[in-house]
């Protein structure tokens, strides 16, 4: 077994357990170092085994290493409970937010019942909060492309120019560099910039516009989660004040990042700053997230979050203020915590 998978049964003692069964692909790909697909991973303290099928079993049997491949013929749910039985698997924890109700309940009928089957969430979960130095790699690397990706952006932004302009020419870029994006990109002009997961359209920009470009970049499945502003011509006012609010409001919560500190603190100084200028009415999502296999992962840096900052770490830190109808202003970096403090891994912060 990997280390990967020898921490998560390290796990198993304090949770009640004697296995996990994990069914969420992202976490098989991530215990077990394989892209796995429409499988099961049953982890036991003494042995782990991959539940998969006809399309996959050669596939798996060549690229698992220390792990037994079981192909399923009926169903994965009955090939589970033969190979609990056989492994004398008493407690069977699984994640209850990656078992649909339709699958819980197809377990209990081949006999897997309540006390035979423990709810243990979050196990792998937390496992992946912290980034070895492979993982951090990719994430640089796929920083490196996504600064290239916003030079680029930076040489198209002009009046006349329609966010799907934009769109296109960085569709062509990420694919001549062999990589793909970890989420389909936001370029939203104008008041269009208000909406937080603004779609693309055919708007032209205009002199005086600003551009709001939220974009990621994913290499060896790690994923980078930038957003940057654009301004042609003058920048109004109003724009200017909020721009300064929120780059301010990000630099506030990126001095407390330090291992040991709740994520709450961080969400709550970018906010407090937020609110001295009258705009944190305007900002209503949390302040950022982990980044890793998924864009989205623990922890979510919010008020009602008790967790901890951990060395290893890999998070964003996106302030925003969204005026309605008007135009909305996001700053996004992603920020390494390290064992005495932090690191932006984007590097060129508020430059």
Not at 176 to 202: D, E, M
Request: glycine fraction near 6%; include cysteine; charged fraction near 25%.
């Amino acid at each position: 077994m990997n280390s990967r998978i020898k921490q998560l049964i390290n796990t198993f003692k304090t949770r009640h357990i004697d296995a996990l069964l994990v069914t969420q692909d992202t976490n098989i790909a991530y215990l077990t170092h394989f892209p796995a697909s429409e499988s099961w991973l049953l982890v036991g303290k003494r042995k782990a085994s991959y539940i998969t099928d006809f399309r996959y079993i050669l596939e798996a049997r060549k690229g698992l290493k220390g792990i037994g491949v079981v192909r399923y013929i009926k169903s994965k749910g009955e090939t589970l409970f033969q190979t609990c039985r056989h492994q004398n698997i008493r407690r069977l924890g699984f994640d209850p937010n990656h078992v649909t109700l339709a699958q819980y309940q197809a377990l209990q009928k081949q006999g897997l019942r309540p006390g035979k089957l423990v709810a243990a969430p979050h196990l792998v979960e937390a496992l992946r909060e912290t980034k070895d130095a492979t993982e951090i790699k990719y994430i640089r690397q796929a920083l490196a492309i996504h600064k290239q990706a916003y030079q680029l952006v930076k040489n198209l932004i002009r009046p006349n120019v329609t966010e799907q302009d934009i769109l296109s020419r960085l569709e062509n870029f990420v694919r001549h560099k062999g990589v793909r994006f970890s989420f389909p990109p936001i370029v939203a002009s104008g008041p269009n910039s208000c909406y937080p997961h603004a779609k693309v359209t055919g708007r032209k920009l205009k002199k005086n516009d600003i551009v709001l470009v939220d974009i990621g970049i994913e290499v060896k499945g790690y994923k980078s989660d930038l957003t940057r502003m654009f301004f042609l011509g003058r920048i109004p006012p109003l724009v200017q004040k909020v721009n300064d609010a929120v780059a301010v409001a990000q630099l506030k919560a990126i001095e407390k990042i330090r291992p040991g500190v709740p994520v709450a603190e961080l969400d709550l100084a970018a906010r407090n700053h937020l609110a001295k200028n009258g705009l944190s009415q305007y900002f209503g999502h949390a302040l950022g997230h982990g980044v890793g296999l998924d864009i989205h992962e623990s922890p979510r840096l919010s008020q009602s979050n008790p967790a901890v900052l951990k060395a290893g770490m890999v998070i964003t830190i996106e302030p925003a203020v969204y005026i309605p109808h008007r135009f909305g202003i996001r700053i996004e970096d992603m920020v390494l915590i390290t064992p005495k403090g932090c690191e932006v891994l984007s590097g060129d912060i508020h430059q």
